[in-house]
């Protein structure tokens, strides 16, 4: 027995069935298909029976209650709707292409609901197609695995036509309300690679927020003009974000991109704007010698750790006579970024720990990496943010992430509650 049937029997052992499955009827089948030789999977496996005999007779059933009365009876009217032969049709579910007939009626008024007029797939595989697509398969790879493990051909552009159905919910997901006020926001953007006319790459906006409940928001996705990230494009993205209801934020976390604490200031003006300590000091990294990393690593490391902001003036002024000469480049961008630096410094470590760094919002641009990756380049703006939408609506698939979230903020929402008193009640009304 394959491994598959193997999983396919032990599927249907399980004690925990839905009510109203006969265990011993099941036990039966099995064992009769065994005792034929018949496979439980593939092609004229049982379970591809068994899906032909259940649509059929969930098909025989809505025409019994369009019509009124059962087959070979008579009905009740002279000259009543009555029953008009089948017809055949091929139909793609989750264990592989399956022929069924569906009854047809005289007056053609019969339209079926398990599987509807022109209908070639079951909801299943339209499911199996969005979480492949989630996962980063393109559309050859998604029809080539339909084919070789459940010998169902799907093409390519209905694979694509599946992957649109989702256009509408993301146009609703991007244009949601929001909450009043968020303790802290991430901003960035991800870099992909669009076909206007020629390949090119284009910045993704990603707006990732923490509820005052602690759970994890993705406020929205955005795709940019080509010229990479910018602060002027980042305005509109939170002017947006304010007209969907957002009305203030305790701290925005972003990268240090300049002319970004100025929008964000136009649009939050009570909001601190918090440089990612990740991006500087790999941004420091980028002005000196692989062979000093680890030093400069370890003569920075006492200056954002610093109890207080003059600490961390004094601990940066010895990095700077020390390294300064050597590196002026590396003094110069942490002199520019100084002021968007030191907010964190006056909070609790429960702050600090939080919003040192954007890798809240590193590990959803990953997972969004990883999806885009095996694309190459989109022939659009469109292909580009619905494969994006799919990869964040399966980052949390069991609720996991959910939960461990909220674990990890809750001594920090205590801490922003003291801290920025009073303004995080709006989202609790």
Same mark, same amino acid.
């Given at each position: 027995?394959? %491994? %598959? *049937?193997? /999983?396919?029997?032990?599927?249907?052992?399980?004690?925990?069935?839905?009510?109203?499955?006969?265990?011993?009827?099941?036990?039966?089948l099995v064992a009769q298909a065994r005792g034929q030789g018949l496979d439980l999977t593939g092609e004229g496996g049982l379970l591809q029976q068994l899906t032909k005999r259940v649509l059929e007779s969930a098909l025989e059933g809505e025409i019994t209650d369009h019509l009124g009365y059962d087959k070979h009876e008579r009905a009740a009217v002279a000259g009543a709707n009555f029953r008009n032969g089948?017809?055949?049709?091929?139909?793609?579910?989750?264990?592989?292409?399956?022929?069924?007939?569906?009854?047809?009626?005289?007056?053609?008024?019969?339209?079926?609901?398990?599987?509807?007029?022109?209908?070639?797939?079951?909801?299943?595989?339209?499911?199996?197609?969005? +979480?492949?697509?989630? /996962?980063?398969?393109?559309?050859?790879?998604?029809?080539?695995?339909?084919?070789?493990?459940?010998?169902?051909?799907?093409?390519?552009?209905?694979?694509?036509?599946?992957?649109? /159905?989702?256009?509408?919910?993301?146009?609703?997901?991007?244009?949601?309300?929001?909450?009043?006020?968020?303790?802290?926001?991430?901003?960035?953007?991800?870099?992909? /690679?669009?076909?206007?006319?020629?390949?090119?790459?284009?910045?993704?906006?990603?707006?990732?927020?923490?509820?005052?409940?602690?759970?994890?928001?993705?406020?929205?996705?955005?795709?940019?003009?080509?010229?990479?990230?910018?602060?002027?494009?980042?305005?509109?993205?939170?002017? *947006?974000?304010?007209?969907?209801?957002?009305?203030?934020?305790?701290?925005?976390?972003?990268?240090?991109?300049?002319?970004?604490?100025?929008?964000?200031?136009?649009?939050?003006?009570? =909001?601190?704007?918090?440089?990612?300590?990740?991006?500087?000091?790999?941004?420091?990294?980028?002005?000196?010698?692989?062979?000093?990393?680890? =030093?400069?690593?370890?003569?920075?490391?006492?200056?954002?750790?610093?109890?207080?902001?003059?600490?961390?003036?004094?601990?940066?002024?010895?990095?700077?006579?020390?390294?300064? +000469?050597?590196?002026? @480049?590396?003094?110069?961008?942490?002199?520019?970024?100084?002021? *968007?630096?030191?907010?964190?410094?006056?909070?609790?470590?429960?702050?600090?720990?939080?919003?040192?760094?954007?890798? =809240?919002?590193?590990?959803?641009?990953?997972?969004?990496?990883?999806?885009?990756?095996?694309?190459?380049?989109?022939?659009? *703006?469109?292909?580009?943010?619905?494969?994006?939408?799919? =990869?964040?609506?399966?980052?949390?698939?069991?609720? %996991?992430?959910?939960?461990?979230?909220?674990?990890?903020?809750?001594?920090?929402?205590?801490?922003?509650?003291?801290?920025?008193?009073?303004?995080?009640? @709006?989202?609790?009304?």
């Open positions: 027995m394959t %491994t %598959t *049937e193997a /999983k396919a029997d032990a599927a249907v052992a399980k004690s925990d069935e839905p009510a109203g499955v006969d265990q011993d009827l099941i036990g039966q089948h017809r055949t049709k091929t139909v793609t579910t989750e264990v592989g292409p399956v022929e069924i007939d569906v009854p047809r009626d005289r007056e053609g008024t019969f339209e079926p609901k398990i599987v509807r007029k022109r209908q070639r797939r079951l909801s299943g595989v339209d499911e199996m197609v969005l +979480s492949l697509s989630a /996962k980063g398969l393109t559309h050859g790879e998604i029809s080539a695995h339909l084919a070789e493990v459940y010998g169902a051909s799907v093409s390519k552009q209905t694979i694509s036509t599946i992957t649109d /159905k989702v256009i509408d919910g993301m146009t609703e997901w991007q244009n949601r309300p929001l909450d009043p006020v968020y303790p802290v926001i991430f901003l960035d953007a991800i870099q992909v /690679k669009i076909r206007d006319g020629q390949v090119a790459n284009r910045p993704i906006y990603v707006a990732l927020a923490v509820t005052v409940d602690g759970t994890r928001d993705i406020l929205g996705l955005w795709a940019g003009d080509g010229g990479g990230e910018g602060a002027k494009y980042w305005l509109q993205v939170l002017t *947006e974000l304010r007209n969907r209801g957002v009305a203030d934020a305790c701290m925005v976390v972003c990268d240090g991109l300049s002319g970004l604490p100025d929008a964000v200031a136009h649009v939050w003006p009570q =909001a601190l704007v918090q440089t990612c300590i990740v991006h500087l000091l790999r941004n420091s990294f980028r002005y000196a010698g692989r062979q000093d990393w680890d =030093a400069i690593a370890r003569a920075l490391k006492p200056v954002y750790t610093a109890p207080t902001e003059s600490a961390a003036t004094e601990r940066w002024l010895e990095f700077a006579e020390e390294w300064g +000469s050597k590196y002026p @480049a590396i003094v110069r961008l942490w002199e520019n970024a100084w002021a *968007e630096f030191v907010p964190f410094l006056q909070f609790d470590p429960e702050i600090r720990t939080v919003v040192c760094s954007t890798n =809240a919002i590193e590990s959803v641009n990953a997972r969004i990496r990883r999806a885009v990756k095996a694309r190459g380049h989109f022939p659009n *703006e469109q292909a580009a943010l619905k494969c994006v939408y799919l =990869a964040i609506m399966s980052l949390d698939p069991t609720g %996991t992430g959910r939960r461990r979230w909220m674990k990890r903020w809750k001594p920090a929402l205590n801490a922003f509650d003291i801290a920025f008193e009073g303004r995080l009640a @709006a989202a609790r009304n």
